[in-house]
């Protein structure tokens, strides 16, 4: 943020000089944790309708979104469709049954109007959590039976390897349908962002001989590709026009995708080497090729699931991270922040975690959190950051994982990486601050549908503008920064209502 974007400076001349010096985290830097909603991992954790478990969903849900402020974090990555169904009002597709019970069963509320409300609320970003292709599970196929359910099968959109069906990345008509569900979500809601995951051709692989599901289909394409090149190139035109649907349509929404932490099969094309882990799964498994997607500017950002610790004897953490902000680097124009697994407090990559021993995992989820800090700053990369899978290890009965972290991570406030290789508006200075008993006020700065927020500032009078500037031109320093309100208001804490001067931005979707 240069000087012309602070846009006003009110000074409050009061007594008493209260110090606000925590230990300085990075000031943009994207942190989220996941909320799965598939096979209610984290929510919800009651199916239904009726108005006691609605209730409870949504107090489920605040207290998961409260969390989340506790710990200084600057967004939600909300799982809204998951099987080809929805966690929101769609047009397209069937209520989600992890909601309701019953898949197509309305549930009489929307829990992503609701999520982004109550995010929004607490200045938190929600990103819409979609995954493109996948229909169902082994154990869903025969169940599945909604109006919606039966026109797929009936068109023959879908393709199984047995274990996962999805819908068949090869039709152009599936690719449409993508392109609508999430044209439709960012339309309706005012989400920050939109994000896949490492769903794309069914998990497992499938085979590329004459029995394959999508032979024939290959075969009257006429293609001169590989069936493995050509299933890569479906997957690449939908990114694509999913990409170039959000430029249309809201482009400051975020589009990005979590692949799976090794890649690099087709690096070379690109100046780049293959992974230090030396293996690609997802290329010749879910024809995924994250590389493409980055070299063709086709995604804002890239979570590459590293779901590995540093005692990993090949894919481990720090060297996996290292390698991915050096491939945002070279490829420029995306950003990138680390997937990470946080899920291993109960099991971890196929063995039993010693639940005697927290405090170390706690330290190498800490130490996996800085890594990715230290790499994308040797890598010379400003935007970076942390996406926790999954939220429930950071609350409840897991309270003191997330305060851990809190505690040696997260000590000061955030705002998100700046997009700026994007044309942005200017925004003129807020107008009419005020303080008035605790609390900062002024006219809200409107510009048609797109999502305005401010960020907050209270220091020292003591401190004088040019002081507390960060040293990296970025505005104030982020040991300043009390927040993002998505309203023209804020209450200042206690402790910084006297011997303080306080700023307002406009902070947009941009960052």
Request: neutral net charge; glycine residues 8%; charged residues 20%.
């Amino acid at each position: 943020m240069t000087k012309k974007h602070f846009l006003a400076v009110a000074m409050a001349v009061l007594m008493a000089a209260g110090s606000l010096f925590a230990q300085n985290n990075p000031k943009r830097e994207f942190r989220s944790a996941w909320i799965a909603t598939v096979s209610n991992i984290d929510w919800p954790k009651q199916k239904g309708t009726s108005a006691a478990i609605v209730s409870q969903q949504k107090a489920d849900l605040v207290t998961m979104i409260d969390r989340m402020k506790e710990l200084n974090m600057t967004t939600v990555c909300f799982q809204v469709r998951s099987m080809c169904d929805a966690m929101y009002k769609s047009s397209y597709e069937p209520w989600a049954s992890y909601l309701t019970g019953t898949r197509g069963l309305d549930p009489g509320w929307d829990p992503l109007a609701f999520a982004v409300e109550e995010c929004h609320k607490r200045g938190i970003e929600v990103y819409a959590w979609v995954n493109p292709y996948r229909w169902a599970s082994s154990g869903d196929s025969n169940t599945w039976n909604t109006e919606f359910d039966q026109e797929v099968k009936n068109k023959g959109w879908l393709i199984t390897n047995g274990t996962f069906t999805v819908l068949n990345p090869g039709l152009p008509e599936t690719r449409e349908h993508i392109v609508k569900v999430c044209k439709e979500i960012i339309t309706n809601y005012s989400v920050e962002g939109l994000i896949f995951d490492d769903y794309f051709y069914p998990v497992g692989g499938t085979s590329e001989k004459s029995d394959a599901p999508d032979y024939a289909l290959w075969k009257s394409s006429n293609s001169d590709m590989t069936i493995g090149d050509w299933r890569r190139d479906n997957v690449n035109k939908m990114v694509r026009d999913v990409y170039n649907m959000v430029q249309e349509t809201r482009p400051e929404v975020r589009f990005g995708i979590a692949p799976p932490g090794t890649a690099g099969a087709s690096a070379s094309k690109y100046g780049l080497s293959m992974c230090p882990a030396g293996y690609d799964g997802q290329y010749t498994s879910l024809y995924s090729d994250p590389l493409y997607w980055m070299a063709n500017h086709i995604v804002d950002y890239m979570s590459p699931q590293v779901y590995w610790h540093n005692d990993h004897s090949m894919a481990k953490f720090g060297p996996l991270a290292n390698w991915w902000y050096g491939c945002a680097a070279k490829l420029k124009n995306v950003h990138c922040n680390m997937s990470v697994n946080i899920y291993d407090l109960i099991q971890s990559m196929g063995y039993q975690a010693d639940l005697g021993n927290t405090e170390a995992h706690y330290k190498e989820h800490a130490t996996n959190i800085k890594q990715s800090r230290q790499y994308a700053a040797s890598n010379g990369v400003k935007a970076f950051g942390s996406n926790l899978y999954s939220i429930q290890y950071l609350c409840g009965s897991f309270k003191a994982h997330g305060d851990y972290l809190a505690q040696n991570c997260f000590q000061t406030k955030a705002l998100v990486p700046v997009v700026d290789w994007k044309q942005a508006k200017s925004y003129n200075a807020v107008t009419n601050l005020a303080y008035t008993d605790g609390k900062l006020s002024w006219d809200p700065v409107t510009d048609g549908k797109t999502t305005i927020r401010y960020s907050v500032y209270a220091i020292p009078t003591s401190v004088s503008e040019k002081a507390a500037m960060a040293n990296d031109g970025d505005g104030f320093d982020a040991k300043y920064l009390q927040g993002v309100t998505y309203l023209p208001n804020f209450a200042i804490s206690s402790n910084q209502q006297v011997g303080h001067w306080y700023a307002v931005c406009v902070y947009d979707g941009y960052g």
